[in-house]
C-alpha cells in the first residue's frame, strides 16, 4: 500500500493545487483584449493569491495606466509581469519564530482556571512567548471576541457530520453584521464566484423571530423566508426574493453549537451566524485536527477553534 504525505507535503500539494487554479484563470484572463470588465476581473484574481486588496488595486490601477490605447494581449502581459517584479521585487527568505506556548488548563468551574490562565499568560509574554490557547471553558468566549472583530473563525468540534451539509461541527463561520463577511469568505477563503450565498445558524428558540423555516431546516437541507424586519441584516446571505438557506440549532442535537450562538446573541443582540462547510477549493470537508491546521494556514481563515484550542494569524 502506498504511503500517505505527510502534513508538509499535503500542505505542498494543496497549494500546487491552488497555484495551478490560479494560473490558469490568469492565463486565459490575460489572453483577452483589455476591457474595464478584464482589470476589475483581474484585480479580484490577484487578490485571491493574496497579494492584498491595496496592493492588488495599485498593480491594477499602473497596468491601466501603461497601457492606455494598447490592445495587445501579449503587451498586457509583459507590462503586469515588470510591475510585479518592482512592486514585489525577489523572494525573500523564510523568517521561523519561535513557536508558541501553549496554555491549556482544565477543571471544573469556579476552580480558577481563568486566573490562572491569566498568570500563565502575563509570565510568558513578558518572556516574549506567544500564547494562542484558552481554558476549557473560555473558548466559546475566546471565539466571539474573534467574530466580534470581523474576523473569519473556523469550528471543530467532536466527530466529523456525515452528510452533504455542514452542520456546526465542521463549519467556518462569519458576522452577519460585517457587511464585508460574505465577499471575504467567498475570496479568500473558497475562492468562487461573489454570487454564492451562506447558510445563516440560529439556535431553535430564536429561528422564529428571524426566518420561516420548516422542519428540513434542522439538516440544512431546504431554504426559508427572512422575516421583512430582518432582511437588511441578512441582505448579504439572501438568494432571491426574501429566501436564505436556514440552519436550525437545538440544544438536544448540538449543545457546543447552540451555546456558542447563544453566547454570541448576548454580546451582539443578534443569535445568528453565516455558517458554511470547513474546506478549501477542491478539497473535501476537514476530518481530522491535521486537517484543519493543513487548511488553516492555506487561507484566509483569521482564527481557528479546534475542540478547547484557539489558533490565531
Not at 491594477?60 to 509581469?81: K, Q
Not at 470581523?150 to 457530520?161: C, L, P, S
Not at 463549519?171 to 460574505?182: G, K
Not at 454570487?195 to 423571530?209: I, L, M
Request: charged residues 25%; proline residues 7%; aromatic residues 8%.
Amino acid at each position: 500500500m502506498e504511503d500517505r504525505p505527510g502534513w508538509l507535503g499535503r500542505l505542498r500539494q494543496s497549494l500546487a493545487r491552488t497555484r495551478q487554479m490560479l494560473g490558469a484563470r490568469l492565463d486565459a484572463l490575460l489572453a483577452r483584449p483589455p476591457d474595464p470588465a478584464f482589470y476589475d476581473d483581474l484585480e479580484e484574481l490577484l487578490i485571491q493569491a493574496d497579494l492584498g486588496a491595496p496592493l492588488a488595486r495599485a498593480v491594477v490601477d499602473e497596468l491601466r495606466a501603461r497601457t492606455v490605447g494598447s490592445a495587445a494581449p501579449a503587451a498586457v502581459r509583459t507590462a503586469l509581469a515588470a510591475i510585479l517584479r518592482d512592486r514585489l521585487g525577489p523572494p525573500g527568505r523564510l523568517r521561523l519564530e519561535p513557536p508558541p506556548a501553549v496554555v491549556l488548563v482544565l477543571g471544573v468551574n469556579g476552580s480558577g482556571k481563568t486566573t490562572t490562565i491569566a498568570k500563565l499568560a502575563h509570565r510568558l509574554t513578558r518572556e516574549g512567548r506567544r500564547v494562542l490557547l484558552a481554558a476549557a471553558d473560555t473558548f466559546r468566549a475566546a471565539a466571539i471576541e474573534q467574530l466580534a472583530q470581523d474576523r473569519i473563525v473556523a469550528w471543530m468540534q467532536g466527530r466529523m457530520e456525515f452528510g452533504p451539509r455542514a452542520l456546526g461541527n465542521r463549519s467556518i463561520l462569519a458576522s452577519p453584521l460585517d457587511p464585508y463577511s460574505t465577499e471575504n469568505l467567498n475570496v479568500y477563503i473558497k475562492h468562487r464566484e461573489g454570487f454564492r450565498k451562506f447558510a445563516a445558524s440560529v439556535p431553535e428558540e430564536a429561528a422564529g423571530e428571524y426566518f420561516e423555516a420548516g422542519p428540513n431546516a434542522r439538516f440544512l437541507a431546504t431554504v426559508g423566508r427572512v422575516r421583512e424586519k430582518h432582511r437588511r441584516t441578512f441582505e448579504a446571505a439572501v438568494l432571491g426574493p426574501g429566501w436564505v438557506r436556514v440552519h436550525i440549532v437545538s440544544r438536544e442535537e448540538n449543545p457546543l453549537f447552540h451555546q456558542l450562538l447563544i453566547e454570541w446573541g448576548r454580546r451582539t443582540g443578534l443569535p445568528v451566524l453565516y455558517n458554511t462547510s470547513f474546506n478549501l477549493f477542491g478539497d473535501p470537508l476537514v476530518c481530522t485536527p491535521r486537517d484543519a491546521v493543513r487548511s488553516f494556514y492555506s487561507s484566509g481563515i483569521d482564527a481557528m477553534v479546534v475542540g478547547h484550542f484557539l489558533l490565531e494569524k
